[in-house]
C-alpha cells in the first residue's frame, strides 16, 4: 500500500472509529502490546517486491507471531542470555565500525574520468591475460602435475589426469579458461601469470580449497570501454584502503594500541600446536590493549581458529595482517564510534533493541529444534527423491570448425575427409571460441548455447567420424566427437553432497518442529491475542488486499 493510502484511511479511521473502544490505528494486541497500522505498513514496506495483491491478514499474524516468541523468549530469560548478549555485542561492533567507515572512509572516495583513464594507459589495464587452469585439490598431487609438465608432458593430458572440479573436488579431466585483468582476483593467481611469457605454466598457486596451476594461453589488448568499469570500482577500493588505512594509523595513535607479548605467545602457541589447550587465566591474557579496552586471547581464538587452514602458513605475520584487515579493525574503529557518542543516538538504540529481539527469537528457536535427529535413512530419501540436483550432464570432446558460409564448410569437410587434420584446422579456421587444443567440451544442457540440433547430433553420432556441414547457431559445422561421457550423478559418498543433503534434511525438520512449537504457544497464549479485523479492514482497501 503506498503511503498517502494510509495517511487518508487513517485520519477517516480517527474521526469515525470502528466500534471498538481500542484506537482504531491498532490493529491487533498481544498482552498489552498494541500492534498498529504504522507498524504493519512499516513491516510490509521491507518485503520483497509483489507481484500480485499483499496479503495484510498474513504479515499481521506474523508480527502477532514475532510478539508471542518474544514474549515466550522474555519469560524464558533469554534477554539476558549469555549467547544472546555476546552476539548482540558481536552485531553492536560491526554496525558501529561500519557507521565509522561510512563517515570516515566511504563518503569521501571519489573517482574522476581523468583516473581513469590515466590507470588504462599507465596501469598496465591496456591488456588482458588468457588462462587455463587445471585446480587441484592437494599440494602433493599438484607438485607432481607440475613435474610431469616440466617434463614435456602436454598441459591438456595433465588436465585429463589431475584436473578436479573446485566444489565437490570430482575429477573433471579438462583445464578451465580465464580471462585477467591486472587487479582481479585471486591476486596469487594474476600476478604470476602476468609475470609470464605466453605458454608459460606457473608453480601451484595456493587458493581456497586447492592449488591451481595456469598456463598462459594468451596477452591481447583491451579498450578502455571494455575495462572502465574494472578500473572505475579497482580505483574506488584502491581510495578506500588508503584511507582506511590512514583512519587506523589515526587510531593507532589515538588509541595507543600495544601488543602485550604474553597473550601473543598464548596464542600463536595454540595455532601453531606447541600449547594444546590454554587455562582459564591465559585465555583472559590480553593481545592487544587499545584506549580503555583489551583483545583477549579468547577474542583472538575465536577469530583464528576457524581461519586457520585456509592460511598458506601459520606465522604471527599471518595472524596480525587477518586480525588488521577484519576483526580487530572493527573493534577499534568500534571504540572510536564509542568515543563520538554514536552508540548513544536514538536510531542506534532502536537498532539495537531490533537486533537484540532478533537474537532473542533465534536462540528460543536454536533450543526448539535442538533435539532434532538426522538419520542415514532421512539423508537417502531426500537424495532420492532430489536425485536430479545433483546430475552431471553427458558431454562429449568434440574437434570442430565452425563456419559461416555453407560453402566453405562443405569444402572443409572434403579436406577432412581426404585426410587434413581437424584439430588443426580448428585453431586456425573455426570462429567458435572456447577451443582447448582444438577440442570442444560440450554438454547435452547446452542446447539453447549450441543449437539443441547440433547437441543432439553431438551426443548420438558415432565416435571418430566427420560429420556436417550442420546448420547450428552461428554457422555451420564440420566435426568429429572424439570423446563421450556419459549422464552421471554425483553421490552421498561425496563430501560435499552429504553436507548439502545433511543441510537441506536438517533445515526441513527444523521449520516442522519449529512451526509445531509455534502452534501450540499460539494456542497456549490465544487468550492474549486480539486482532480487531474491522480496524483491519479500514485500513487495507479491498482492492489492495486479499484474506481479510
Given amino acids: 500500500m503506498k503511503i498517502h493510502c494510509w495517511v487518508v484511511v487513517l485520519a477517516a479511521l480517527a474521526m469515525g472509529g470502528c466500534g471498538e473502544n481500542e484506537d482504531p490505528a491498532v490493529l491487533a494486541r498481544v498482552g498489552e502490546v498494541r500492534i498498529t497500522a504504522a507498524m504493519l505498513q512499516g513491516f510490509e514496506a521491507k518485503l520483497p517486491a509483489s507481484k500480485g495483491p499483499v496479503d495484510h491478514r498474513a504479515n499481521l499474524q506474523t508480527l502477532v507471531d514475532r510478539e508471542l516468541l518474544l514474549q515466550e523468549a522474555r519469560a524464558q530469560g533469554l534477554d539476558k542470555d549469555a549467547e544472546v548478549l555476546k552476539s548482540l555485542e558481536q552485531r553492536e561492533v560491526k554496525e558501529l565500525a561500519n557507521q565509522m567507515m561510512r563517515r570516515q572512509v566511504l563518503d569521501r572516495v571519489s573517482v574522476t574520468e581523468e583516473q581513469v583513464s590515466q590507470a588504462y594507459t599507465q596501469g598496465g589495464w591496456n591488456r588482458q591475460v588468457v588462462t587455463e587452469e587445471i585446480f587441484v585439490a592437494d599440494e602433493a598431487r599438484a607438485r607432481q602435475a607440475v613435474s610431469l609438465l616440466k617434463g614435456g608432458a602436454r598441459f591438456e593430458t595433465v588436465a585429463d589426469q589431475f584436473a578436479v572440479d573446485r566444489i565437490f573436488k570430482m575429477p573433471t579431466k579438462a583445464s578451465q579458461p580465464f580471462v585477467y585483468s591486472p587487479q582481479d582476483a585471486p591476486r596469487a593467481v594474476v600476478e604470476a601469470v602476468n609475470a609470464l611469457p605466453v605458454g608459460g605454466i606457473t608453480a601451484p598457486i595456493f587458493v581456497r580449497d586447492g592449488y591451481v596451476i595456469a598456463r598462459v594461453v594468451e596477452q591481447r589488448p583491451v579498450a578502455l570501454e571494455v575495462v572502465r568499469d574494472k578500473i572505475f570500482k579497482s580505483l ?120 537484540q529481539e532478533d537474537l532473542m527469537i533465534a536462540r528460543l528457536r536454536s533450543q526448539t529444534v535442538a533435539k532434532i535427529e538426522v538419520t542415514q535413512a532421512d539423508l537417502e530419501a531426500y537424495y532420492e527423491a532430489h536425485r536430479q540436483t545433483y ?155 486479499v484474506g481479510v
Wanted: a neutral charge; proline letters at 4%.
Fill in 236 to 355: 574506488q577500493r584502491q581510495q578506500k584502503n588508503e584511507l582506511k588505512d590512514g583512519y587506523l594509523l589515526h587510531l593507532h595513535q589515538e588509541l595507543k594500541i600495544q601488543e602485550q607479548p604474553q597473550g601473543m605467545d598464548v596464542v600463536m602457541g595454540v595455532l601453531t600446536g606447541k600449547v594444546e589447550e590454554p587455562d582459564a587465566e591465559q585465555r583472559r591474557l590480553p593481545v592487544y590493549t587499545y584506549g580503555d579496552r583489551q583483545l583477549s586471547v579468547e577474542e583472538v581464538l575465536e577469530v583464528a581458529l576457524p581461519a586457520r587452514d585456509e592460511w598458506p602458513a601459520v606465522t604471527k605475520e599471518q595472524l596480525v595482517g587477518e586480525l588488521a584487515n577484519g576483526f580487530f579493525s572493527r573493534m577499534v574503529m568500534a571504540q572510536d564510534a564509542r568515543r563520538k557518542g554514536l552508540d548513544q543516538q536514538e536510531g542506534f538504540r532502536q537498532w539495537r533493541q531490533r537486533e
Fill in 391 to 545: 546430475r552431471v550432464p553427458a558431454a562429449a570432446k568434440v574437434q570442430e570448425v565452425l563456419l559461416e558460409d555453407p560453402d566453405q564448410a562443405r569444402a572443409l569437410a572434403q579436406q577432412v575427409q581426404n585426410g587434413a587434420d581437424l584439430a588443426a584446422l580448428a585453431k586456425t579456421r573455426s570462429i567458435r571460441k572456447g577451443h582447448q587444443d582444438g577440442a570442444l567440451l560440450v554438454y547435452g544442457l547446452q542446447g539453447p548455447i549450441f543449437g539443441e540440433e547440433w547437441v543432439k547430433a553431438v551426443m548420438n553420432v558415432p565416435l571418430d567420424t566427420v560429420q556436417g556441414p550442420l546448420r547450428c547457431k552461428g554457422g555451420y559445422s564440420v566435426f568429429k566427437v572424439i570423446e563421450r561421457q556419459s549422464e552421471s550423478y554425483f553421490g552421498l559418498e561425496l563430501k560435499g553432497v552429504l553436507r548439502a543433503v545433511t543441510r537441506e534434511v536438517t533445515e526441513e525438520k527444523e521449520r516442522r518442529a519449529f512451526n509445531a512449537f509455534l502452534e501450540e504457544l499460539r494456542r497456549q497464549r490465544q487468550a492474549q491475542v486480539r486482532i480487531f479485523e474491522d480496524h483491519l479492514n479500514a485500513a487495507t482497501p479491498a482492492k489492495e488486499a
